[in-house]
């Protein structure tokens, strides 16, 4: 039997279960995440609607200015620069021809970002000595420019020095192809060829008057580079158009014998200048044009004012004799005076009211002939009194006095034409012996061009085109042979222009000798002149040889000028293959 005792400790052991009523949950406030979520949406659409109208007006309102940005960073423009057309003369001779070249430009802002910024200090006064830069002048104009992107260092460097700054290898530093004009004849041809600049336009001569022709048109090749300067796409490619080749009339086989003659002449008499021009009567095609000084145009350092004229078209001076046989001329035509004439000049000074006309020789009573022979300023004189004055006048306008060749080079002048309405005796008589007037070597040249051609006044060309000029008659053909004649008596024994005489060939020459006008009145100083035609019985040239301020005691056209009248003569008949005259010896 347990005792009750135990039973109750084993009770007192037993857990006690708690009975807890269940609690019944509330359901959660969720007005706040709702409004949140809400918020988080609406922001969300409205950064999106944002965007999109960001996008709308950036692709369809105003698309221009980010793509211009864009194409600012990436598209590059490469020029492609056209070679100058060919200059030759009549006969296919190059004169002016253009060679490739390239120029060093400098990007300052990739030398200081990518380069070696000025570090290497040897290698950039290499760069400057093969340019012949000074080498401290040099790094200072890449150090101002830093922020710049293109600098020239050096137009149109040779291909050697080409290479040599390639090997350098300096970053930032880069070559462009460019062209450089060459004149392979130098100074002989240079003032009618004339010269370009360094970005290959003319500047004188045929290269600035025909420089539109000669240039062509550059193209240019537009591309698409990345960060790295990397080609990634051809965008587009305007192909350049070569500039146009022009040929001349002039002969340079002239121009060379030409050149020498004048410029020995200038060099013997101590002259200022001197010019030569030459004409094809029949075409009337410039055959040579020379003038001394002249200047290299292959050397920079020789482009002088004084030197680059060309004194042929540009400088006007007063004929003085060389008019004379227009003079008679003048007379023929008018019928005022015939081959029978015969003219008293008296004891050699003839006086017109307060003034007087001298002749250096007395001739006394002579024929035309005999007055162009010995150059008599009375017997034009009285020529030119005895016709009326519009008929001299007209003879004088209608040779090309007082206008333009028509060559169309720059700087030509038309030299001064008279124009008064009342005129003295002494004023037409120094008219007739070439004071009061002015003109050109070249027109000159034109107005004996026209007496070859037998009174065919015919226009001057330098460019050999083909087009066949029109001709105009400006005096009977038979009265321009008799002066012809005549001129071919003054280069004979007793003439003033025997020194201008041509062996085997009749030549007819007239020399002038005329004193520079100055502020009130004449110099001591003279302008010598021999011009003429040959041969007289069949010309085929015209030539014109002036000889400006000789110097020391023998100053006269027959004895400075006239001898590189018959030089020259002498060399184009028989470069032209001209047949010497059966008669002459």
């Known amino acids: 039997m347990k005792s009750p005792k135990k039973k109750a ?51 369809v309102i105003e698309p221009d200015s980010l793509i211009k940005q864009g194409d600012m960073r990436s598209v590059r423009v490469k020029a492609l620069p056209s070679a100058r057309g060919i200059i030759s003369d009549r006969n296919g001779e190059q004169i002016a021809v253009s060679v490739p070249v390239e120029a060093v430009y400098a990007d300052p802002h990739t030398v200081f970002t990518k380069g070696d910024a000025l570090q290497d200090v040897a290698r950039w006064h290499a760069l400057a000595d093969v340019l012949h830069l000074d080498r401290e002048s040099l790094i200072h104009q890449i150090d101002k420019n830093k922020n710049r992107r293109f600098i020239y260092l050096q137009r149109q460097v040779s291909p050697a020095m080409a290479k040599y700054i390639k090997e350098l290898k300096l970053r930032g530093v880069g070559l462009r192809d460019e062209s450089r004009r060459y004149y392979p004849t130098g100074e002989v041809s240079a003032h009618v060829v004339g010269v370009t600049g360094i970005d290959s336009h003319g500047l004188e001569g045929v290269e600035k008057s025909y420089d539109k022709w000669l240039s062509g048109h550059a193209g240019s090749r537009k591309v698409r580079k990345d960060r ?77 004012t004084f030197r680059m004229r060309n004194r042929s078209i540009t400088d006007a001076l007063e004929p003085g004799s060389s008019v004379k046989p227009f003079v008679v001329l003048a007379a023929l035509d008018n019928g005022t005076a015939d081959l029978n004439t015969i003219i008293d000049t008296g004891n050699g000074i003839m006086r017109i009211g307060g003034s007087r006309v001298r002749d250096s020789v007395k001739v006394g009573k002579a024929d035309l002939k005999t007055i162009l022979k010995k150059s008599s300023n009375i017997g034009v004189t009285h020529l030119a009194l005895g016709m009326p004055l519009d008929s001299l006048l007209g003879m004088y306008q209608s040779v090309g006095f007082g206008s333009a060749s028509g060559i169309n080079l720059v700087g030509e002048t038309t030299g001064l034409f008279p124009n008064r309405r009342r005129w003295s005796k002494f004023e037409i008589a120094t008219l007739a012996f070439g004071y009061g007037l002015t003109v050109s070597p070249l027109q000159l040249a034109h107005a ?64 002038g000798t005329s004193r520079k006008a100055k502020a009130g009145g004449y110099s001591d100083e003279y302008v010598t002149i021999t011009a003429g035609v040959a041969p007289i019985s069949n010309p085929r040239v015209a030539l014109v040889v002036v000889v400006n301020e000789p110097q020391g005691d023998d100053y006269y056209g027959g004895s400075v000028a006239a001898p590189v009248f018959s030089e020259v003569l002498k060399g184009a008949l028989q470069i032209l293959n001209v047949p010497p005259d059966a008669n002459k010896s």
């Open 448 to 511: 004996y061009a026209t007496l070859g051609s037998y009174g065919s006044f015919k226009p001057l060309h330098i460019v050999k085109d083909g087009k066949k000029l029109e001709a105009k008659q400006i005096a009977d053909p038979q009265h321009v042979r008799e002066v012809l004649e005549m001129l071919e008596g003054v280069t004979h024994k007793g003439g003033t222009a025997t020194r201008a005489a041509v062996p085997g060939y009749r030549v007819g020459a007239k020399t």
């Open 228 to 304: 790295d300067g990397r080609v990634v796409e051809n965008i587009s490619m305007k192909e350049s158009k070569q500039g146009s080749p022009l040929q001349l009339t002039i002969d340079q086989r002239l121009q060379a014998i030409s050149y020498r003659a004048i410029k020995q002449a200038v060099a013997d008499h101590r002259a200022t200048s001197g010019s030569v021009v030459l004409i094809d009567v029949k075409t009337g095609g410039i055959l040579a044009m020379v003038n001394s000084p002249s200047y290299n145009p292959n050397t920079r350092d020789q482009l002088q």
């Open 9 to 59: 400790t084993k009770s007192s052991k037993k857990p006690v279960r708690k009975k807890v009523a269940a609690k019944r949950l509330e359901p959660a406030d969720t007005s706040i995440i709702k409004w949140r979520y809400q918020m988080v949406i609406a922001f969300i659409l409205f950064m999106l609607g944002a965007l999109l109208v960001r996008v709308a007006y950036i692709q």
